[in-house]
Nanobody, 119 residues
Framework: QVQLVESGGGLVQAGGSLRLSCVASGRTFSSWRMGWFRQAPGKEREFVATINWNGGSTDYADSVKGRFTISRDNAKNTVYLQMNSLKPEDTAVYYC????????????WGQGTQVTVSS
């Protein structure tokens, strides 16, 4: 069973930075596509960023391009989300997700970490 554990959330002022981490269990982490999603109060969960198995390909939501960076360290079974120039509208619960094996969708999710950006 795959487990994903996020950390690094917190309260930050607008313009500040945070780095989220997601540690995964599983011996085949290096073959998984990983993603970050977020859900703000009263809104649906939305895509933030994704990274392929070796970090050679990334993609971002338009709302975070140029401010957020996704990366991974396969030796540590960890994926990161560096968030810079944070805005109040970035406030949300951030979730790490994994797409394992032959799955065509993200099939494992973490419990989420709260990010709050004050104005």
């Amino acid at each position: 069973q795959v487990q994903l554990v996020e950390s690094g959330g917190g309260l930050v002022q607008a313009g500040g930075s945070l780095r989220l981490s997601c540690v995964a269990s599983g011996r085949t982490f290096s073959s998984w596509r990983m993603g970050w999603f977020r859900q703000a109060p009263g809104k649906e969960r939305e895509f933030v960023a994704t990274i392929n198995w070796n970090g050679g390909s990334t993609d971002y939501a338009d709302s975070v391009k140029g401010r957020f960076t996704i990366s991974r360290d396969n030796a540590k079974n960890t994926v990161y989300l560096q968030m810079n120039s944070l805005k109040p509208e970035d406030t949300a619960v951030y979730y790490c997700a994994a797409r394992t094996g032959g799955s065509t969708s993200y099939n494992f999710w973490g419990q989420g970490t709260q990010v709050t950006v004050s104005s």
